[in-house]
Every structure is written in C-alpha cells, then in structure tokens.
C-alpha cells in the first residue's frame, strides 16, 4: 500500500477516534432507577399521557421544573450493584423528563418500559452516561 494512503487513513482514524472521545466528554455519569406503571399522574404534566418512554428527575437535575419535558439520551454503563452485568438490549434511549423522584436512590428514574430496554430489571439500579438530547 502506498505510504501516502497508510498516513491518510491512519489520520483519518485517529480524528475519528478523537471525535468518539469528545462524544462521551459530554456526558455526565450517573445512576438510574426505573418505577412501575402507572406513570400518570406527573409533577410536569399532571394527568397528560406521555407514552412510555419517560423518566423522573432527581434533585441533581431537577432545576426547579425546568427539567420537565426535556430529552435525554440515557446509556447503561455498567453495574451499580450486586448484578455483574446488567447492561442489554438498545445501546442508547431517548426519554422525556415528566416527573420529580425525591427518593428514587439514583439521578434519573426511568420508567420500567425505558430501564428494560437497556438493563435487565432484576438490577434494580445501574451506572449510567446521559447527556440532553
């Protein structure tokens, strides 16, 4: 292969693989839990329908309601707990922020629907990366 082609990628895969870096910079590491149905009513939206793909917000993100209907991207980044290998399913999730979580022991409390897509349940509590989407 020509020296010139092998330098061209080599740089081209290092600027990629910088740019992945500066992706999870961004995010912020957490912890999340998830809550059962019914997700109704909400401290955002009251009686409002929000499908299932939501979550609560805890202190740390809370602002006073100004989280409430915001996105976040939510990824399982590992154990939390006793469960070695919680992480499953969709890489990353989406959810809206409808409700406050006082108690939820975690920094977002996600619906049980959003948890299971990305954890198994039986963890309870994982470790995350989140970022606003």
Same mark, same amino acid.
């Given at each position: ?9 080599? #740089? ?10 500066? !992706?999870? #910079?961004?995010?912020?590491?957490? %912890? ?7 997700? /109704? ?13 939501? #979550? ?25 707990? %006793? ?6 399913? /969709?890489? /990353?999730? %989406?959810?809206? !922020?409808?409700?406050?979580? /006082?108690?939820?022991?975690? %920094?977002?409390? *996600? ?9 198994? *349940? ?12």
């Amino acid at each position: 292969m020509d020296v010139h082609i092998r330098s061209l990628m080599m #740089a081209s895969l290092m600027m990629m693989m910088m740019m992945m870096m500066m !992706i999870f #910079a961004y995010a912020d590491e957490g %912890t999340a839990t998830f809550y059962d149905p019914p997700y /109704t009513p909400s401290a955002c939206f009251g009686n409002q329908d929000n499908g299932k793909m939501i #979550a609560g917000a805890s202190d740390g993100i809370w602002e006073n309601r100004g989280a409430c209907g915001r996105n976040y991207k939510v990824k399982c980044s590992g154990a939390a707990n %006793t469960e070695p290998h919680p992480c499953q399913g /969709t890489n /990353t999730i %989406t959810v809206k !922020i409808v409700d406050y979580c /006082t108690a939820c022991n975690g %920094t977002i409390n *996600l619906s049980r629907d959003a948890f299971s897509m990305i954890a198994k *349940l039986q963890a309870g509590k994982i470790k995350i990366h989140f970022d606003r989407a």
